[in-house]
């Protein structure tokens, strides 16, 4: 095996274990890639589907025109250039095991998972009650699925903590996230602040019967105390109740809310993502800050969403008309049902996708996306269908991508002084001795 390739890996194979996790690959080639054609290459390389990358399998990736820019063989100080430091700090392996499953086109499988570690296809607990959140979670675990969503607003967190455990499946094994409610005005609520948000995540894990979430978000931009609530979230991952921490539904604007308050970014952004809805803006802006997008309602645009009594689906049937047309006439001459084309659409794009069912037989169907894939031409067919149009919240009367909630004075005070010299510090209150 050619020097230069044995030398990269060991740069990038940076706890030095012999194998290259997702984790690892995307940190050692970050800059060089977009993240879904990283996943895509982490896919190609391991070629015997265990979720890790041995030197024999990367040496002959490289070999095979596998590298960066399909070449022959990589720039020789191509993954040296771009890996971090030996020394330098890195996400720790994910914790999940991979769940068995064939390897599908584009490079995915169950054992791909984001830069934090998370599966690709997730079990989301939207709108089920208690029991339904306990059955169907313990389900989904039996069927595959390793990414279980929640959330405080979802009151279900109990139902969901008994369907781990009676799934049987090893926490170790299982990425569970979990939402805080900021608390909103317009809806009576009362805005929670730093204290209220840390007690929020302890009251989550007492529900769920766990020690530890494995990503904590910020529900939406809805409290004007949200940089409060985001120093809590930095706060509980120090305390390790949290091990990622992110927010949903946060747009560039407040983003930069958080840059200019000179606190680290979030690791992730949970939103809404389908044919209609497609953010390209914030996607190209979460890829350039280096967050993971996660996809929420992927399956929208199907005509049996969100059928149920109070459950907001009909607000918005006669938007979807076209894109039903459509996504039916590629699944048809795919020869795959609807949901899995969007799913496995999503997936694609390079989000991770969450799917949810009380039927045992769709939520089987829903986790068996990894042996298909969407061509190209028709993933840009699909593309081609964004409207921009947000439909998840409507029958909550809200875009909450839109609602403008300002800042709370202090926080307002505090982002103006940090932001006037970027290194957290007040430039007014600086004591420079003469």
């Not at 015997?48 to 720039?75: C, R, T």
């Not at 791909?112 to 979670?137: D, W």
């Not at 049987?168 to 204290?195: A, H, L, N, Q, S």
């Not at 497609?278 to 005509?303: C, H, P, V």
Request: proline content about 4%; charged content about 25%.
């Amino acid at each position: 095996q050619p020097c230069h390739l044995d030398v990269q890996f060991q740069r990038i194979d940076t706890n030095g274990d012999g194998v290259l996790t997702p984790d690892e690959l995307f940190e050692g080639l970050m800059g060089r890639m977009e993240q879904d054609e990283m996943q895509d290459l982490f896919g190609r390389l391991d070629t015997d589907g265990d979720g890790k990358i041995s030197l024999e399998e990367f040496a002959k990736g490289w070999s095979a025109g596998m590298g960066l820019g399909n070449s022959q063989s990589p720039p020789k100080d191509a993954a040296a250039e771009a890996a971090p430091p030996a020394d330098a700090p890195s996400d720790p392996p994910a914790d999940a095991a991979p769940a068995p499953a064939a390897e599908g086109g584009g490079g995915l499988s169950a054992a791909t998972r984001s830069k934090i570690g998370m599966p690709m296809v997730g079990f989301g607990c939207y709108q089920l009650s208690q029991e339904q959140a306990e059955s169907s979670v313990c389900e989904a675990l039996k069927a595959g699925f390793r990414h279980i969503d929640s959330a405080e607003a979802y009151a279900n967190e109990e139902g969901v903590g008994k369907g781990i455990k009676a799934s049987g499946v090893d926490r170790k094994d299982i990425y569970v996230t979990t939402k805080v409610m900021p608390g909103y005005t317009g809806w009576g609520m009362e805005e929670k602040g730093f204290d209220a948000t840390i007690s929020a995540c302890k009251a989550s894990l007492e529900k769920l019967q766990l020690d530890y979430c494995d990503l904590y978000l910020i529900h939406g931009p809805l409290a004007s105390t949200r940089v409060e609530q985001w120093k809590a979230l930095i706060e509980l991952k120090r305390l390790g109740l949290a091990k990622h921490i992110g927010v949903s539904n946060y747009n560039e604007k407040h983003f930069q809310e958080i840059a200019d308050a000179g606190l680290e970014m979030p690791e992730a952004n949970q939103v809404e993502f389908h044919p209609l809805c497609q953010y390209k803006e914030l996607t190209k802006y979460m890829d350039d800050k280096g967050i993971t997008r996660i996809a929420y309602s992927s399956l929208a645009t199907l005509s049996t969403w969100r059928t149920g009594e109070g459950q907001g689906g009909e607000k918005s049937a006669h938007l979807k008309e076209e894109v039903q047309k459509v996504q039916k006439e590629v699944s048809e001459r795919l020869g795959m049902d609807e949901a899995k084309l969007l799913l496995r659409w999503g997936m694609q794009r390079g989000y991770a996708v969450l799917t949810k069912s009380c039927n045992t037989e769709r939520i089987k169907s829903n986790f068996d996306v990894f042996g298909v894939s969407v061509p190209e031409a028709d993933v840009e067919i699909i593309n081609g269908l964004d409207k921009g149009t947000a439909v998840a919240w409507s029958a909550n009367g809200i875009n909450v991508m839109e609602v403008d909630v300002p800042l709370a004075a202090a926080a307002v005070d505090e982002a103006l002084a940090w932001s006037t010299t970027g290194n957290g510090n007040n430039v007014m209150e600086v004591d420079v001795p003469l």
